[in-house]
Each structure stands twice: as C-alpha cells, then as structure tokens.
C-alpha cells in the first residue's frame, strides 16, 4: 500500500517536528522582546500525530535564569508564536505549543562536573603517593 503512513520509516509528525524546533528557535530569539528571557536552546520537539499539540523541550543556558520564569514567558509567548510559525512553515493547522523544561542539559552538566572533580582528586592523590611512597610499596619492588 503506497498511501499508508505507517510504512514511512520517518514520519510527518517527526519531520514537522524539526522543522518547528528550528524556526521556533529563531522566532523566539526575533519576537519575544522580554527582557527576563535569557539565551533558551529547544533540545526537542515532539508533535502529536494528528499535529493538534506540539510538546516543546527547552533548556535555560547559564543555569542564572529561573526556568519557571521562563516557562511562564514563553507559555504567555504561545499565541504569537503558534501563527508566525504556522505561516512561516505553510500549515493549515499550526499545532498548540506546549512549553516543558529539559533537565537533561543541567543534568549533564552536574554530571560532567562530578567526572571532573574525582579526575583531578585522582590525579593528587596519585601525586601525593608518587612522591611519598609507602615503605610498604619499596618492598614488594625490591623482590
């Protein structure tokens, strides 16, 4: 069956999804003129299958800027955004734009941060022992 939109191993939803996340990224840094809204990144878009909603993740970069704030600006932003996109993408039906805080981002960065600090103390506890070595360590060298 040719028709069938089930057999598409990309389908339109995904496809309408990115291209809302990189024109979503670029109206919000034109229209919204807000000046509590810090630098936002969209990190993903997920569109309903019937293209009534669209689910978008964002991340606050700088970990200064009150994610809820930024809910708020953009959630009050919706309206606008939904037709400028609607018109810049060339739907019909612009989806509802529900704006959701991603975790992920800060969550690697905590992360990242605790690789890091355990690296460097493994790296000073291996040159405090490199240069004061245990006499326990000079005997079992020697046999």
Request: overall charge positive; hydrophobic content about 35%; charged content about 30%.
């Amino acid at each position: 069956m040719k028709g069938n939109s089930r057999s598409r191993p990309y389908p339109r939803s995904r496809r309408i999804g990115e291209q809302i996340q990189r024109q979503l990224s670029e109206l919000i840094r034109r229209e919204v003129k807000d000046p509590r809204l810090g630098p936002v990144t969209l990190t993903d878009v997920q569109v309903a299958s019937d293209l009534a909603y669209a689910k978008v993740f964002y991340a606050v970069l700088g970990g200064s800027k009150d994610p809820e704030l930024t809910q708020e600006i953009l959630n009050s932003a919706a309206g606008l955004l939904r037709g400028r996109l609607g018109r810049s993408l060339g739907l019909r039906h612009s989806p509802e734009l529900r704006f959701v805080a991603d975790s992920l981002v800060e969550e690697g960065a905590r992360l990242s941060a605790l690789i890091r600090n355990a690296v460097k103390s493994d790296e000073a506890k291996q040159k405090t022992s490199a240069e004061n070595p245990s006499p326990a360590n000079e005997d079992s060298e020697g046999t």
